[in-house]
Structure formats: structure tokens, C-alpha cells
């Protein structure tokens, strides 16, 4: 089996880091990062379009 990851960062203190997309929530739910404590749509934590494509297989 290969594990999947998405790459993340931060909108507000621009921490970066990698989670596996099971453990995160749908792409329209709130995250917040971990730092910082921002709360966002997790969509908004996405670094790249792809990243996002992978948490909505994922949905």
C-alpha cells in the first residue's frame, strides 16, 4: 500500500508541513494550523492545486 500526503501551509504564518489527507478534513470544513491556531477552510491551507485534488479523493 502506498501512503498518500498533501503539503500544507499556513495563510496567516506560513508554516509549512505534510499530513496524510485520511487525518484531515473535508476541503470545505475548518482547520486551524497547529502554530498559530488560524482557522480556515483546510482548501486554504493547500500549497498546491494538487494537494487539494488529492484531499477531495480522499472526501
Given at each position: ?6 503539503r500544507?501551509?499556513?495563510p ?10 485520511s ?37
Amino acid at each position: 500500500m502506498v501512503e498518500a500526503f498533501v503539503r500544507l501551509q499556513c495563510p496567516e504564518c506560513s508554516k509549512e508541513w505534510e499530513s496524510n489527507p485520511s487525518d484531515l478534513p473535508a476541503s470545505d470544513q475548518n482547520h486551524s494550523c497547529a502554530d498559530c491556531h488560524a482557522t480556515r477552510r483546510l482548501a486554504q491551507f493547500m500549497r498546491t492545486d494538487r494537494d487539494l485534488e488529492v484531499v477531495q479523493q480522499f472526501e
